[in-house]
T-cell receptor, first 112, second 114 residues
């Protein structure tokens, strides 16, 4: 079963606009990660935020984490057509080792 | 490109058959994790191997088994294939099994069971 739930399931925006995707999860976590997947291919790691962090930036990406609400958001600023992909949040709640639990993803379409 | 390779790219099998999928980890990585991704869903953790030993397993039946070799490459074996086993199988390698270590995913093997 999936731990996380992404919202919305699908998002369509114009190039240059910002895209915000949300993720909720159920259990306490060690860290939360965001991944991108193009057309059913391999996953690309975007950013990792630890449970004691509240916000993290990487280029045009901004991730927030609210452990009290068990939620995270991914903001992509100034979107480009090349950002079109599925975006997944993944939580790591394991007590030993690292095993990721993924949500069902948000399909982002950026129209040129 | 992550340096993680998987073979084959696509595979079609018949229900009841057995299949072996292969993964070559990125240089220097001693940990490999396998995930199953059904169409339209997120990946689900199958198991993880660290230095040739299974280091955690998800909610998958015993007919899903694996191996890791001394060079840290890995195999996923599925026996008695069922239609629901049709999915994209992803492997990911990492420098260690510790929490918070980035996992690098391969391009996946698309398995179709008819």
């Amino acid at each position: 079963s999936q731990q996380g739930e992404e919202d919305p399931q699908a998002l369509s925006i114009q190039e240059g606009e910002n895209a915000t995707m949300n993720c909720s999860y159920k259990t306490s976590i060690n860290n939360l990660q965001w991944y991108r997947q193009n057309s059913g291919r391999g996953l690309v790691h975007l950013i990792l935020i630890r449970s004691n962090e509240r916000e993290k930036h990487s280029g045009r990406l901004r991730v927030t984490l609210d452990t009290s609400k068990k939620s995270s958001s991914l903001l992509i600023t100034a979107s480009r057509a090349a950002d079109t992909a599925s975006y997944f949040c993944a939580t790591d709640a394991s007590t030993s080792g690292s095993r990721l639990t993924f949500g069902e993803g948000t399909q982002l379409t950026v129209n040129p | 490109e992550t340096g993680v390779t998987q073979s084959p790219t696509h595979l079609i099998k018949t229900r009841g058959q057995q299949v072996t999928l292969r993964c070559s980890s990125q240089s220097g990585h001693n940990t490999v994790s396998w995930y199953q991704q059904a169409l339209g869903q997120g990946p689900q953790f199958i198991f993880q191997y660290y230095r040739e030993e299974e280091n955690g397993r998800g909610n998958f039946p015993p007919r899903f088994s694996g191996l890791q070799f001394p060079n840290y490459s890995s195999e996923l074996n599925v026996n008695a294939l069922e239609l629901d086993d049709s999915a994209l199988y992803l492997c990911a390698s990492s420098l260690s099994y510790h929490r918070g270590v980035e996992q690098y995913f391969g391009p996946g093997t698309r398995l179709t069971v008819t």
